[in-house]
Each structure stands twice: as C-alpha cells, then as structure tokens.
C-alpha cells in the first residue's frame, strides 16, 4: 500500500535504488544533501521553486546516515524517518517498500464493535521497546480487545517522556527501536486480529531539539497552546507548512498500516483556514481508504464536547470516526472516590464512598481550600450526570462549568454511541494526578467492578489503560528527561497545575524528571496469574466476551437505548437488537449501600419481553477480593416481566440481565 502514498516531504527510493531527497525551506541559504555513510559525499540540492530544494543520489542501500547543511549550520532532517543517535545525531534512510508485510487479509473492526486498549511502549513492558510490545500481544488479544492504540513514538529529548514532546513528527523514537519495530508491532497485531492506532500531537511540537524554525515558517506567531506555538497551519506559507504535517499522518497509515489515528488535544489545533487541518486529514484519510480498500479511523480528543467533529462532511462536519469525552470518566470517578476538586468539581459528592479504608488521605487527596471554591451547590450528582450520559452520549452540553468558569460543550444532535469513546483511566486522568495513583488505590474491590461493568457493558466504545485489566498496582506517573533547566521548569509547572487543580502536595512522588518516575510506572506483569489479579481479569474477559456476543449490546444506537431509575443511586440501561428481538438490562447500583426496589419499575420500558436471566452479576463470590470482606449477591437467576417482588443490589453492583 506504500505506492498509493508518497510523501512530499523528505527522502524516498526511486525504482532504479537511486534515492530522492526533497527540502522546503524559506530560508534563502544554500542547502546541501551530506550523506556520512555509508559512501560519504555532499550533493548540492537544486532550488525547485516555491521554496523546494532537491538532490539526487546514486543507487545505495537504505538505512544511509545523512544530515542538511543549510548555510552554515548541519542539521537533521525535519522528514527525517529515523534518528539512531537521538535528536543530535544523524538521520538515516528508510524505505518503506522493503517490509515484507503478511497481513494482507486483515481488516479492522468497525467503531460500534471496537475495544481499545492504551499503550505507554516504554513502560508496557521491562525492556521498553516495541519488539518487546509484541511479544505481550497475545495476553492482550486473549482478553477480547479488537485495537491497540500506542502513546506518540516520535523522537524526543532524552531517556524517557510520555511522548508529546516530539521533534521529529516523521520519526518513529530510536529506543522503541525505528520504523521497522514499528511495522514488526503492527504486523503482529493485525495477524492476532488486533487493529492498531497511533496517537499523534498537531498542536505544538517540543520545547527541546525542534529544528523546524531553522527552515522556514513552520511555527505560528499568532496561534498559541499551554505548551508551546501551534503549527502554522494558516500562515503564508499554510500550503508547505499543511502538506508536511498531513502526510506525516497519512504515512503511518500507508507506510506503517496502522488502521487510524487519535488526534491530541485537537481544541488546540488552531487553524483559520477555509478548511481546517483536522478537516483535511479525515478527507484525505478517507481518500487513503478508499484507494487501497482499508477501514481507517481518525478519531479525536476533545475535552469540550464537540460535535462538528463527528459530523459528516456532507453536513458540514469533519467527519470523524469518533472522539474521546471525559464526562463518563469524570461522572464515574466523582462518584466512586468523592472526589471534587479540579473538573471533578462539576459531578460532586460531599464525601468519598468507595475509598479503601487502608488509603491514607495524602497523597493526590484534593485539599480544603479546593472544596471551599467547588461548593456542591455548583454541581450535579455524578449518578444523574451518568444516567444523562447513557442517554445522550455525554452531559456537558453548555451548561456552566466551575472548573473551567464558562459554559461548554454542544448539543449532541446526530451522535452515535460508537462515536464516543470513554474510559475509567488513561494516561492523562491516572498520572496528571501528584501521584500518579490508579483507581485500585482510591476505591475499594467491588467498586471497580460494577465501574468495569459500566464501562465494558457501555453502548459507547470503551478504552482500557494497559494494566488495568488485572488492576496493576504501579502508578503512571508523568515523565521527561529535558535538560536541567527545563526538568527545574517543567517541576515547578507541574506543582503549580497540581495547586491550581486542588490537589494537596505529596512529598513523596517522584519529580518529573527522575528516574523513579519512569520506572515506578513500569507494569508488572508477573502479577497477571496470580490470584486476585487473575480474577480482575477474568471480569474484564466476561464482560468483553458479553459485549461481542448478546445480540442487544453488539449494535449500539441512542435509539434502542432506554434508561430508568428506580432508586436515587441505581440505573438501569435497556437495549435492543436493531429488529428489537432481544433485550438486555445494565443495572448499576452506583452507591455503598444496597439497593431495593421492583424489577418490574426497572425493566418497565420493555416490559414485552417474558424473562430475562442473569449474564453477569459483579457481587459473585467468584469475583471477589480474598483480602475483603464483601456482601455476597442473593439474586434469582431468573427475572419475569412485571415482576413486583423487591430485588436487592447489593453495594456498588452490576447486574446484567439477557
């Protein structure tokens, strides 16, 4: 598929093995091509017009080391593929006809059957690097998910980082192991059934190593973001500028098969052209689809509810697969640990009612002067916030929001629930957090079970946080290796975000910048089979295996949906099959208490239907912690329609009934 795409940008191999290599840059200074191995030798690059300079080689392997001397100055590549050495090293060739692929049958699972799993490659797995990723892909594949989505892999400034400092868009990171690595990764995938997504960063670039002002205009003087300029998508020179980031997206899906992108922070991708960026890149994606008869997905992260994101294109829209929303998160990790700080501050609760009573209240805990500026007057109960989510698709939808002191978010007409993707942890919510704390440290068992329930059992496409599935114990804490001034910097930034968000100071979180951080957030992987984490597992299995074979949950739409509330901390989502032939209900009770009340009130929206039995009941004795004492379910396994007999749930419960 690499010949439906050739970049603009960059060097690419001809068919007689001679390499082409082209240059835009404003800068009016002579360029030259110096290739360092493995034949050393300096080709003057021709102006082009329109700012493209070019030089020719002779025949020569890939994997040639090379830089560009503008002026005066060497400099790596800004298409560069690969850098071995890191951002002040060399760049190196890559011919993307040389993989030898074997996934030609595979095809990626639509949005409504899709399960997403977030990988961070440098802490998936003790060696850090994508070959090592592989290898663990089976376990993932084994649990039901049908996608894996990877954290940005682009060149960045030292040992570790999240990944949304690149410098090098085109590169894949050389301590992941280069494009190669990445292609083995997904060609492993899609052989274990697996699509693969990439994350990638449109809205600024690094703060350290970014050669791109060196060459012309690639940064905007008018578009800022909270971490640096945006790209000048609109400038006067928007065509060469727009080109390079397009097809530095449209490569991975072409060059490297991945089966779609997640766009970071798309809000802070500012763009005032007649087509905005993000627009261009679902059309020309989907032109890439259809040219070489693949589903690709181009989905977005937008905190504000936006709904011009997954709108058609013919009606206006950009016309996304779907877009990440944290209302559901927000809703749902208000409500099980009290939480109420930050954006917390708009679903809260007066006190934390699924907290472990072994969890000191330090670190990450939310401070007093926090609930003194979020009263709960400001806000909604996390459980009505949730059952409006399970009807509309998420629950800002312009009302006032105290964190962020301004209404937000758009009405969701014409949203689908396979467009929106949601989570109980991702990379951001676990290690923005001083501690980097997942949710096993902050809420009791039975808690996080009837959550997975939630989410798993979902009409919306659910995203899970590697490690998660067995409640790894490490932290995700945040990570980067600047030099020592901006390690100072990027310290104190954080301290004064954690403040700001509520947050009470944790003297024994790891800066940003130490080694600690990174490897404290490294999985464990050993834990998987042993007792309590198998059975965290084996939950997520059932209930992924639920969700891909009822008839009622694997067609989800806003209009075979039906929510009821039989009691003040209990919902009940009902859904069909698209003829409406079986049904099923999701009976959450989100609260710390039992819940009673009539089956009959429940289930009364399809009250047609003769009986349903239990499918799952997140209160079994199967499913319990050894190291808890926990309410055992008493449930008839059977439920007649217009039963009145009271049913109790028992405390932060799921019951499927089918």
């Known amino acids: 598929m690499h010949t439906l795409f050739v970049p603009a940008h960059g060097p690419r191999r001809l068919p007689d093995g001679s390499w082409l290599f082209r240059l835009w840059t404003t800068r009016r200074k002579p360029a030259v091509l110096v290739i360092e191995a493995p034949c050393p030798q300096e080709i003057p690059m021709k102006a082009c017009g329109g700012g493209w300079r070019e030089a020719r080689t002779a025949p020569m392997p890939a994997g040639a080391l090379y830089r560009i001397r503008l002026g005066d100055e060497l400099l790596a590549d ?5 850098q071995p050495q890191g951002i002040d090293g060399p760049s190196m060739t890559d011919d993307p006809a040389a993989f030898i692929w074997t996934d030609s049958g595979f095809g990626a699972v639509a ?14 797995t003790p060696e850090g690097t994508l070959d090592a990723a592989a290898g663990r892909l089976p376990r993932i594949a084994e649990l039901g998910v049908t996608a894996v989505e990877l954290m940005p892999l682009t060149e960045t400034t030292g040992r570790w980082n999240w990944g949304y400092d690149g410098v090098f868009p085109y590169s894949i990171h050389h301590r992941a192991g280069g494009p190669d690595a990445l292609r083995r990764f997904v060609d492993t995938a899609h ?90 890149l679902t059309r020309e994606t ?57 954006y917390y501050a708009a679903f809260h609760t007066a006190q934390n009612p699924a907290k472990p009573a072994q969890t000191p209240p330090a670190a990450g805990q939310q401070s007093k002067e926090a609930q003194k500026r979020c009263p ?26 105290p964190w962020r002191k301004q209404p937000f978010g758009d009405q969701p007409r014409g949203l689908q629930p396979s467009q929106v993707i949601v989570y109980l942890q991702n990379h951001d919510v676990t290690g923005n957090r001083p501690s980097g704390e997942r949710l096993h440290a902050l809420t009791c068992p039975a808690a996080r079970r009837m959550a997975a329930a939630a989410l798993l059992l979902s009409p919306f496409v659910p995203l899970i946080f590697m490690g998660e599935e067995y409640d ?25 975000e954690a403040a700001a968000f509520g947050w009470m100071p944790c003297a024994t979180a790891p800066e940003p910048h130490s080694p600690a951080a990174f490897e404290n957030s490294r999985l464990s ?79 009364a929206p399809l009250a047609r239907q003769q009986a349903w039995s239990q499918a799952l009941c997140t209160a079994d004795r199967r499913w319990h912690s050894p190291h808890t004492q926990e309410d055992e379910a008493d449930l008839p396994h059977r439920f007649a329609a217009g039963t009145h007999i009271p049913v109790t749930l028992p405390p932060w419960c799921a019951l499927l009934l089918a």
């Open 78 to 82: 800004p298409a560069s593929a690969h």
């Open 111 to 124: 949005m409504p059957h899709a399960v997403i799993y977030e990988i961070h490659t440098g802490t998936f």
């Open 191 to 280: 052989g274990l059934g697996l699509s693969v997504y990439g994350d990638v960063v449109l809205n600024h670039l690094g703060p350290e190593g970014n050669n791109l002002p060196k060459f012309g205009p690639y940064l905007s003087r008018r578009h800022h973001t909270p971490w640096g300029a945006c790209p000048s998508f609109d400038g006067a020179s928007a065509q060469a500028v727009r080109r390079y980031f397009l097809d530095c997206c449209l490569r991975l899906m072409a060059h490297f098969h991945m089966d779609g992108l997640r766009l970071d922070a798309t809000p802070y991708v500012q763009d005032d052209s007649a087509e905005h960026i993000l627009a261009a």
């Open 286 to 342: 989907q032109v890439l689809a259809a040219a070489s008869g693949r589903r690709l997905h181009i989905m977005a992260e937008s905190t504000r509810n936006e709904i011009h994101l997954t709108t058609p294109r013919s009606a206006g829209g950009y016309g996304m697969a779907a877009q990440w929303s944290d209302d559901f998160h927000h809703a749902v990790h208000a409500r099980l640990t009290g939480e109420s700080c930050g």
């Open 376 to 401: 709960p007057a400001a806000a909604v109960s996390p459980v009505d916030a949730l059952a409006e989510i399970f009807v509309r698709g998420w629950f800002r939808q312009g009302q006032l929001c």
């Open 472 to 496: 790894d114990p490490a932290p995700f804490h945040f990570f980067v290796d600047h030099s020592p001034e901006l390690n100072r910097q990027v310290a104190q930034g954080r301290r004064r």
């Open 525 to 603: 992987w050993h834990l998987q089979d042993t007792r309590y984490h198998a059975t965290v597992r084996d939950l997520y299995r059932r209930c992924i295996r639920l969700r891909q074979t009822l008839p009622s949950l694997d067609s989800p739409s806003f209009e075979t949906l039906y929510v009821s509330r039989p009691h003040p901390q209990v919902i009940c989502t009902g859904r069909t099959d698209p003829a409406r032939i079986y049904s099923s209900w999701l009976l959450l009770n989100c609260g710390p208490q039992a819940a009673t009340f009539s089956i009959d009130a429940a289930t």
